[in-house]
Every structure is written in structure tokens, then in C-alpha cells.
């Protein structure tokens, strides 16, 4: 989170901060960065920089919100869980409590099993371990559940 939180701050929101990131002067890979000089933006006076930890302890300290009473089944969700626990796997990437992995949540698509399509888009070429924590609040599009769709 500090690393978006800086760079939101300082290039995209352009306050008076600092943010360095070598990868995104890439011309092949970000052309729009690497023209707008987004990798290496620093600010006097810095405003940011002195207000991230904060933040930081903020957004981590924000509840994933919980489901509304009687909006899922909650038979199935037990079913769901016992897949998720169990055959499928999904917890040992998406470790409870956090529903993410703590620390390096970070994988090549050959480790996810996917094409790299995505994660090409990315400075790490990665793929991040999604926090599954009040997903259910995201609104739902056809089977796939986004953030990101309009409203």
C-alpha cells in the first residue's frame, strides 16, 4: 500500500511528493510514464512522503465490511468454505484471516496457471494474490464479481 499510496499522491493527484520507481521509465513497457517522468518525482517541499505511515496504519486498521443478514445462502457458503479449505486449495494462497498471503503475494503466471497476459501490464510482471476480505461488496457482473466495472 505505501508504494501506491505514493505514487497516487505524488503523479497521479500531483502533490508535493516523492516517488521512485526505475521500472516505469521503461519507453517499450510504459511509454506514458517514462514520457511524463512519473519514475522519479520528488517534490520540495514533500508533503507526502511524512503522511504515508499513517495512512498506512489507517487503511490496514479499516474491517473488511460484513455481509448484510440474509443476503447470501448460508449453507452453500458453508459448502463454498469447505472447498476453499480443503480440495481446492484456495487457502494456502488466501490465508485467513487476511485472505491474502502475508508477504510476497507475488506469482508468475506459471505458478497461477494462467498466460501472462495481465501481468505483462505490471512492473513485476506478476500476479498479486487478490485480498478476498469483503469481496462479497463488489458488485456483481454476470458470474464475475469486479470493482473496477461502472456503476
Known sequence: MPYWNAYV????MHGTGTFFDKRLA???QFPVAAKSGSSNTRSTP?????????????ELA???PKP???SYNKVASGRGRSLFDGKGKCSTCHVPPLFTEPGNNLHTPAE?????????RSPTH?????PLAGLWSHQKVGSITTA???R
Open 126 to 130: 506478476m500476479y498479486r494474490t487478490a
Open 46 to 58: 514533500d508533503r507526502v512522503t511524512s503522511k504515508l505511515a499513517a495512512l498506512h496504519f489507517y
Open 62 to 64: 479499516i474491517p473488511a
Open 112 to 120: 497461477v496457471g494462467v498466460d501472462a497476459f495481465q501481468a505483462d
Open 9 to 12: 499522491a505524488a503523479t497521479e
Open 26 to 28: 521503461d519507453k517499450a
Open 68 to 70: 448484510p443478514d440474509g
Open 148 to 150: 473496477d466495472s461502472p
